[in-house]
């Protein structure tokens, strides 16, 4: 009888190297892991909250610099000079005008400019000069669909008697269609609008009148009235279309407003805003030092310094989440903790909504390169190896970050009692740092090293699982009987 064959050199080269991908990927995958989880939009704003805070606010014995921060809003409003009255919309108010003026006049206003200017120029020229993506977006689907069902309706109301009701101004478009095969048609005289006859067949010659009106329409929402007027050649036809335009005009401004009335209050405040800062000016007030264009001053009225604190280091975590360290330069405008905030950017940026991003895009890389790992490995392997070798490799490479978090988790209770050291004159800097990392992992959140333990268990876990795995099946093979032979 032969024993077993032996399986060549480069099997067992290529399971060595399958297995140290298979681990260096669990190392990279598990890392990547745990950054997505503390960088998510649940955990990481509150992460960057507590190290703005142990930045901005570190303690009582930082001196005068842990007095209350005091914010100013940038609204990109200056005193004696004209505003946007919703930021964004390009429609301005001039200083002289805001005693008299209130959040509905200014939606009126915005309306009457915007309306105007859909009719002169389109809505594309309208909506590329809007500032805001949101409005943008907003009046974007308003004018798609309601906007041009009223510009619709208004130019129906001149253009269809025009002869297009009853079809004496159209043409022989069925001809047209016979003598040129597969060639877009003119249905109307003196109105240069090409259909396809298909979308024609059929249709009466009020159908197809009303087809060109809103055809008319769509050009004017989408380009403006010259170039609708463009493509009519008939002067009755023109001067029932500019008859229609004025009305259009009206049903456009009143559909705005409609639109905006629920930005009414955020007028108000901005109008309010721009009051006071007229105010200050007139009273030639110095600018006081601040978080800029970040909370507005009523909102932090008649909070304690604490409480203020608390609401400003919140705004700000959350717009560092969204927008990354970039725009702290900006909003920390003339306070003397500015350049401390600005400094520790870089520290918090993994824990932004972009740092999460680019952890996802590391995590599937990982886990398809441990995928593929593990194939090879049960392909090269044999018997039990082939879910015991993969199983070791992951336990091997999520070991680290388990016993950090376990070891985390363990201390919390300690740490959370841990207090501010009293610096490297009276401690040494060994023991500073050592004060300084108690304080710093006391601020985490709970959950966050929860989260990160419950990560290292998940993976931990299929490799666990692989490894027991192996082990029945060689358990299985130990007392399976032996097959015996014909004698």
Not at 273 to 300: F, H, K, M, T
Not at 311 to 333: D, H, I, K, N
Not at 364 to 386: D, K, L, N, P, T
Not at 387 to 406: D, K
């Given at each position: 009888?032969?024993?077993p064959t032996r399986?060549?050199?480069?099997?067992?080269?290529?399971?060595?190297v399958?297995?140290?991908?298979?681990?260096?990927?669990?190392v990279?995958?598990?890392?990547?892991?745990?950054?997505?989880?503390?960088?998510d939009?649940?955990?990481?704003?509150?992460?960057?909250?507590r190290?703005?805070?142990l930045?901005?606010?570190?303690?009582?014995?930082?001196?005068d610099?842990?007095?209350?921060?005091?914010?100013r809003?940038?609204?990109?409003?200056?005193?004696n000079?004209?505003?946007?009255v919703?930021?964004?919309?390009?429609?301005?108010?001039?200083?002289?005008e805001?005693?008299?003026f209130?959040g509905a006049?200014?939606?009126?206003r915005v309306?009457?400019?915007?309306?105007?200017?859909?009719?002169s120029?389109g809505s594309?020229?309208?909506?590329?000069?809007?500032?805001?993506p949101e409005?943008r977006?907003q009046?974007d689907?308003?004018?798609?669909g309601?906007?041009?069902r009223?510009v619709?309706?208004?130019?129906a109301?001149?253009?269809?008697?025009a002869?297009l009701?009853?079809g004496?101004?159209?043409?022989?478009?069925?001809?047209?269609?016979q003598?040129?095969?597969?060639?877009?048609v003119?249905?109307?005289?003196?109105?240069?609008?090409?259909?396809?006859?298909?979308q024609?067949q059929?249709?009466?010659n009020?159908?197809?009148?009303?087809?060109a009106?809103?055809?008319?329409?769509e050009?004017?929402?989408r380009e403006?009235?010259?170039?609708?007027?463009?493509s009519?050649?008939?002067?009755?036809?023109?001067a029932?279309y500019d008859?229609?335009?004025?009305?259009?005009?009206?049903a456009?401004?009143d559909?705005?407003?409609?639109?905006?009335?629920?930005?009414e209050?955020?007028?108000?405040d901005?109008?309010?805003?721009?009051?006071?800062i007229?105010?200050?000016?007139?009273?030639e007030?110095?600018e006081r030092?601040g978080?800029?264009g970040?909370?507005?001053?009523?909102?932090?009225?008649g909070?304690?310094?604490?409480q203020?604190?608390?609401?400003v280091v919140?705004?700000l975590?959350?717009?560092?989440?969204?927008e990354?360290?970039?725009p702290?330069?900006?909003?920390?405008e003339?306070?003397?903790?500015?350049?401390?905030?600005?400094?520790a950017g870089?520290?918090?940026?993994?824990f932004t909504?972009?740092?999460?991003?680019?952890a996802?895009?590391?995590?599937?890389?990982?886990?398809?390169i441990a995928?593929?790992?593990w194939?090879?490995m049960?392909?090269?392997?044999?018997?039990?190896?082939?879910?015991?070798?993969?199983?070791a490799?992951?336990?091997?490479g999520?070991a680290?970050?388990?016993?950090?978090?376990?070891w985390a988790?363990?201390?919390?209770?300690?740490w959370a009692?841990?207090?501010?050291?009293?610096?490297v004159?009276?401690?040494?800097?060994?023991?500073?740092?050592a004060g300084?990392t108690?304080?710093?992992a006391?601020?985490?959140p709970?959950?966050a090293?929860?989260?990160?333990?419950?990560?290292?268990v998940i993976?931990?876990?299929?490799g666990?699982?692989?490894?027991a795995?192996?082990?029945l099946?060689?358990?299985a093979?130990?007392?399976?009987?032996?097959?015996?032979?014909?004698?």
């Amino acid at each position: 009888m032969y024993g077993p064959t032996r399986p060549p050199a480069w099997h067992r080269d290529l399971l060595w190297v399958a297995g140290v991908i298979l681990l260096v990927a669990t190392v990279l995958g598990t890392g990547a892991l745990l950054w997505w989880r503390l960088a998510d939009a649940d955990t990481g704003p509150r992460l960057v909250e507590r190290g703005l805070r142990l930045t901005l606010l570190p303690g009582p014995t930082v001196g005068d610099e842990g007095a209350a921060l005091q914010v100013r809003s940038a609204s990109g409003i200056e005193a004696n000079e004209p505003f946007e009255v919703l930021p964004g919309s390009g429609v301005q108010v001039d200083p002289t005008e805001l005693q008299a003026f209130d959040g509905a006049a200014a939606i009126q206003r915005v309306a009457g400019v915007w309306s105007e200017r859909i009719v002169s120029d389109g809505s594309e020229a309208l909506l590329s000069g809007l500032g805001d993506p949101e409005l943008r977006a907003q009046l974007d689907r308003v004018l798609d669909g309601p906007g041009v069902r009223v510009v619709d309706a208004e130019l129906a109301r001149t253009l269809m008697p025009a002869g297009l009701e009853t079809g004496s101004r159209l043409a022989n478009w069925p001809l047209q269609a016979q003598q040129n095969p597969g060639e877009p048609v003119q249905p109307v005289v003196g109105l240069f609008q090409f259909f396809d006859a298909d979308q024609l067949q059929g249709s009466t010659n009020r159908q197809v009148g009303e087809a060109a009106v809103m055809r008319l329409a769509e050009v004017t929402i989408r380009e403006g009235a010259e170039e609708a007027r463009a493509s009519i050649a008939n002067a009755t036809l023109l001067a029932a279309y500019d008859a229609g335009l004025g009305a259009a005009r009206e049903a456009l401004h009143d559909l705005v407003v409609a639109t905006l009335t629920g930005r009414e209050a955020q007028a108000d405040d901005r109008l309010a805003e721009a009051r006071e800062i007229q105010a200050v000016a007139a009273e030639e007030a110095s600018e006081r030092p601040g978080l800029a264009g970040l909370l507005p001053e009523a909102e932090l009225a008649g909070l304690t310094p604490e409480q203020a604190n608390e609401r400003v280091v919140q705004a700000l975590a959350e717009r560092l989440w969204t927008e990354g360290p970039e725009p702290l330069a900006s909003l920390l405008e003339n306070d003397p903790r500015a350049q401390r905030a600005v400094a520790a950017g870089p520290v918090l940026a993994p824990f932004t909504r972009h740092g999460a991003a680019r952890a996802r895009g590391v995590v599937w890389a990982s886990a398809v390169i441990a995928v593929v790992a593990w194939v090879a490995m049960a392909a090269f392997a044999r018997g039990a190896g082939r879910w015991t070798r993969p199983g070791a490799a992951i336990v091997l490479g999520v070991a680290p970050f388990a016993v950090v978090a376990w070891w985390a988790s363990a201390r919390l209770e300690a740490w959370a009692a841990a207090g501010w050291p009293a610096g490297v004159a009276a401690e040494g800097t060994f023991a500073q740092w050592a004060g300084l990392t108690r304080v710093v992992a006391a601020s985490l959140p709970a959950d966050a090293v929860e989260a990160a333990v419950r990560t290292t268990v998940i993976v931990g876990g299929i490799g666990v699982a692989a490894f027991a795995i192996g082990l029945l099946i060689l358990a299985a093979s130990a007392f399976r009987p032996r097959r015996r032979g014909p004698f």
